[in-house]
């Protein structure tokens, strides 16, 4: 029998959840269902129904080992029952992006239940112009960025008059066997009995990379790498995590981005971080919380193998200065480039040197007792190397349909993870860029104005390189 285990990754983001930190990713999809006969809750959940088969992931649970000696492993949940994760919801008049953007920002708050496969969609109604909305809730246990888009991809089609039986048949998954109690125990037991010797392969991986970041260390550079060994500045949204979430986002356009990397000899990421950047300064002077110090940015870095299309998680995070100190727009993207530059290569030289994450060298049940005193004193103390996480993730070239409504934009809601009450994620679809911008709303009470500054932000590059020609 195949057992569907956790990576020590994976269940990381299982014992991270807190009352105040839920774990999911989510998706949002706005659609166009003018002229599409039919078109609403019951045919998206039919469809849902009839789509299933092609992701079995997303029929299993969690299923905990004994003692918690060892991850959990995901099995087939025999009670599956679409109507506890199929719902609907409306946007309030005038169903405009505030109203949606508060709607998505309640549900991201709400956990996931556990004792089910963890995941649900939720069938948004009532926006301006005829509109719906399609949101997904993955858990961040199942899915990082590549992974994450199963859920929804299974719902999409190619073309408006596709039918489930004409893009493709896919049998009904077979009923798993419930999970050998015996097998897991004893491999729980041979676990716990190669604690040493990963810990051992841990210290020598840790002192390695130890020797890489003295080497970057030692380099005079004007404006150093972040190793991620040091606390980054203080900001308002740094710190405790409360209860609430807050939703906002913004697009550009992907052709203008482009033209951007071409006359600067940068990357589409480098102008992300840009932008980015470029909103969070103005929006921190203007409340007068803009540190000395540039803020720091943990930028997630897929490790997958082009052909692994399986859940999960395969990321490195690299940290990099967003050049916040620098006041004009072309010096600050050219600042973020080199800065960039560097963090990738010392990512990748990092990662050359390991074989082992962290969470898999000690026994899951004592990161499990250790871990929630450790987050709440780093949080106390401000001690997170970087600031929030900025996350681009390469989406669809060509349009998508759900239904047959064609999908208008695609919008990447995370997670806000340890001390980071700001998580900025990006998403391509077509010829447009979609920032969405999950917050805790105590450190950001104005989310929008720091979501809108993204436009503003392009046009101010654009309008710094006018200047200089």
Not at 156 to 184: H, I, W
Not at 440 to 456: E, K, M, Q, T
Request: negative net charge; hydrophobic residues 45%.
């Amino acid at each position: 029998m195949t057992v569907h285990r956790l990576s020590g990754t994976d269940a990381f983001f299982l014992v991270s959840e807190r009352a105040t930190s839920p774990m999911h990713v989510g998706g949002l999809t706005v659609l166009d269902p003018t002229g599409v006969d039919g078109f609403g809750p019951a045919a998206v959940r039919a469809l849902l129904a009839r789509r299933l088969a092609s992701v079995p992931a997303f029929l299993r649970r969690l299923h905990e080992v004994a003692f918690g000696l060892d991850y959990p492993v995901w099995v087939h949940d025999p009670g599956f029952d679409l109507d506890q994760h199929f719902h609907v919801a409306p946007v309030p008049a005038p169903g405009g992006r505030h109203e949606l953007g508060a709607v998505v920002g309640e549900l991201m708050g709400r956990r996931l239940d556990r004792s089910r496969p963890l995941w649900d969609v939720w069938y948004l109604e009532g926006l301006a112009a005829g509109r719906v909305a399609v949101l997904t809730r993955t858990h961040h246990s199942m899915a990082d960025g590549v992974s994450g888009a199963g859920l929804a991809a299974a719902l999409c089609d190619l073309e408006p008059g596709t039918s489930p039986d004409q893009r493709r048949t896919v049998p009904p998954p077979m009923a798993e066997p419930p999970p050998d109690e015996v097998g897991l125990a004893v491999h729980a037991v041979g676990r716990v009995l190669g604690t040493p010797v990963r810990a051992g392969r841990l210290a020598w991986q840790l002192t390695r990379q130890g020797v890489e970041l003295a080497r970057f260390a030692a380099r005079r550079e004007p404006d150093p790498t972040p190793l991620g060994i040091l606390p980054a500045p203080s900001t308002p949204f740094n710190g405790h995590i409360g209860l609430d979430r807050a939703f906002a986002f913004s697009g550009v356009s992907l052709e203008v981005v482009r033209e951007v990397k071409a006359r600067h000899g940068v990357t589409v990421n480098d102008v992300v971080l840009a932008l980015t950047s470029d909103a969070l300064r103005a929006y921190l002077q203007d409340i007068d919380a803009l540190p000395e110090a540039p803020l720091v940015a943990a930028v997630p870095v897929s490790t997958r193998d082009v052909a692994d299309d399986e859940l999960g998680n395969r990321v490195a995070n690299m940290m990099v200065s967003l050049a916040t100190d620098v006041a004009d727009p072309v010096e600050r993207l050219q600042t973020i480039h080199r800065a960039a530059s560097r963090a990738k290569r010392l990512t990748a030289a990092l990662q050359a040197r390991k074989s082992l994450a962290i969470s898999e060298g000690a026994p899951p049940v004592a990161i499990r007792l250790v871990w929630p005193f450790l987050a709440a004193g780093v949080e106390a103390l401000t001690l997170i190397p970087s600031n929030l996480i900025i996350a681009n993730v390469p989406g669809p070239t060509f349009p998508l349909y759900i239904g047959g409504a064609r999908i208008e934009s695609i919008i990447p809601v995370s997670a806000l993870l340890l001390g980071m009450g700001l998580n900025v994620t990006v998403m391509s679809y077509q010829d447009g860029l979609e920032f969405g911008f999950a917050a805790d709303p105590s450190g950001i009470p104005d989310l929008w104005a720091l979501a809108d500054g993204v436009p503003r932000a392009l046009d101010a590059l654009i309008a710094a390189e006018a200047g200089l020609s």
